[in-house]
T-cell receptor, first 117, second 113 residues
Framework: GAVVSQHPSWVICKSGTSVKIECRSL??????MFWYRQFPKQSLMLMATSNEGSKATYEQGVEKDKFLINHASLTLSTLTVTSAHPEDSSFYICSARDNRGAGTEAFFGQGTRLTVV | GENVEQHPSTLSVQEGDSAVIKCTYSDSASNYFPWYKQELGKGPQLIID?????GEKKDQRIAVTLNKTAKHFSLHITETQPEDSAVYFCAASTETGGFKTIFGAGTRLFVKA
């Protein structure tokens, strides 16, 4: 299957700082990317959907000013956690798909574990 | 919006036995149902998927069934092996929703040797 690379795989930051997570599609063009958040022993919760060149659509309860999403190219989307606090510590996962093809599968990155201290 | 329920939350089987995980979904417009396996500290990996125009699909030891009328779909793993131990998630997505994927709560599968 197609490869989605997420970077970094883990990051520790101080409270009040911002952290950027990158999601790249390596061998296909991702017209749509999704960002998820997963707390320990819980399911993946969709945070937002971003289409290349458009503003992201956030799920209810997700603060768009806190979780900034940029999808400026067909192979890269970034999630910036601004003014991070310990409660933002979580596993963040992106997925990507090419809407132009017949397939419906979305390919997942390996995740980023964020720890805010 | 879509809601996906998954049962059981934990499943323990003996090596060689079968494992069945069941899910229901709420949005009748959902038309794509993937199943993911997630190992500790990693992203989900697609193991099998089924589209709404198909009732059953099999890939070696893994099979998925879909009942659109009842909005049920199930994952069947036969001849389980210790390396099958992981968390399994069902999911549903809808073309009209931009194919955003809504996940079930997950099933932690333990295969005892």
């Amino acid at each position: 299957g197609a490869v989605v690379s997420q970077h970094p795989s883990w990051v520790i930051c101080k409270s009040g700082t911002s952290v950027k997570i990158e999601c790249r599609s390596l061998d296909f063009q991702a017209t749509t990317m999704f960002w998820y958040r997963q707390f320990p022993k819980q399911s993946l919760m969709l945070m937002a959907t971003s289409n290349e060149g458009s503003k992201a659509t956030y799920e209810q309860g997700v603060e768009k000013d806190k979780f900034l999403i940029n999808h400026a190219s067909l192979t890269l989307s970034t999630l910036t956690v601004t003014s991070a606090h310990p409660e933002d510590s979580s596993f963040y996962i992106c997925s990507a798909r090419d809407n132009r093809g017949a397939g419906t599968e979305a390919f997942f990155g390996q995740g980023t574990r964020l720890t805010v201290v | 919006g879509e809601n996906v329920e998954q049962h059981p939350s934990t499943l323990s089987v003996q090596e060689g036995d079968s494992a069945v995980i069941k899910c229901t979904y709420s949005d009748s417009a959902s038309n794509y149902f993937p199943w993911y396996k997630q190992e500790l500290g990693k992203g989900p990996q697609l193991i099998i998927d089924i589209r709404s125009n198909v009732g059953e699909k099999k890939d070696q030891r893994i099979a998925v069934t879909l009942n659109k009328t009842a909005k049920h779909f199930s994952l069947h793993i036969t001849e389980t092996q210790p390396e099958d131990s992981a968390v399994y998630f069902c999911a549903a997505s809808t073309e009209t929703g931009g194919f955003k994927t809504i996940f079930g709560a997950g099933t932690r599968l333990f295969v005892k040797a």
